[in-house]
């Protein structure tokens, strides 16, 4: 890649609230051809602005398709094999919030921990001869964390639409979904264990470890990480 190239979300409040970030720190955003245009251009810096949806972002980071991009670190950790190897996030962004965490039916009085849901998995397994079944969109988030929290006794269901409704469906007897207020989940007869929280994400500026910085990607680089460290001193 010759020039620098950023990614921000296409739409929505994620959108919104990226180019008010980029403007506050100097570098304002104008989108070409219109709403409908999926090209930008910020101001007082040579790079290629593509407008893509999160996953888009956090794909094209972890794969070193971009050099810079604003995405939800829950989709950064989720996608990558190896997030250590694959990104770093430089500025959490303080919009954006939404929660990884596992919840279970309202109804186990006595599943209330990770290690509750283990011994629950081994009772389950013994009654029913299967396994519990986890619906989630998140499958590499779920398996490192229940494999840090030494829980095995599950088998993974990807959820295609509604997660936090499978429990009441019958699809699925445990969920790993985002929230930001828990509000649906409690609607839905689920509660969230006390160590489920698997990570507390919201938008963050990342860059990929993996892309090649030519000559004039590094001078813009040097631009924007000028601008990112005289408008965040804790950059």
């Known amino acids: 890649m010759s020039r620098l190239t950023i990614a921000v979300p296409s739409k929505g409040r994620l959108k919104e609230q990226t180019e008010a970030w980029l403007a506050g720190i100097g570098h304002p955003l104008r989108q070409i051809g219109g709403e409908r245009g999926y090209t930008a251009e910020i101001a007082g810096l040579d790079a290629e ?18 050099h810079f991009g604003v ?53 389950f397994r013994k009654a029913h001869g299967r396994r519990l079944r986890v619906a989630t969109k998140y499958l590499r988030l779920t398996r490192r964390y229940f494999a840090q929290k030494s829980v095995g006794e599950y088998r993974l269901v990807e959820s295609a639409g509604a997660t936090e409704a499978a429990p009441a469906t019958g699809t699925a007897d445990v969920i790993v979904d985002i929230t930001t207020t828990g509000a649906t989940l409690k609607a839905n007869g689920l ?5 489920g929280v698997i990570l507390k994400s919201e938008a963050a500026f990342a860059t990929s470890a ?13 631009v924007l990480t000028g601008a990112l460290s005289q408008g965040d001193h804790d950059f």
């Open 71 to 123: 995405t939800g670190e829950d989709l950064l950790n989720d996608l990558s094999p190896d997030p250590a190897g694959d990104f770093r996030v430089l500025k959490r962004l303080g919009f954006g919030p939404a929660d990884v965490v596992v919840a279970v039916p309202q109804a186990w009085f006595d599943v209330d921990t990770m290690a509750d849901l283990e011994a629950a998995g081994a009772a």
């Open 210 to 222: 993996r892309a090649q910085f030519s000559p004039s990607a590094a001078a813009a680089r040097a």
């Open 49 to 66: 602005v593509r407008l893509l949806s999160a996953r888009e972002i956090a794909q094209g980071l972890i794969e070193g398709n971009l």
């Open 191 to 195: 509660k969230i264990l006390r160590d």
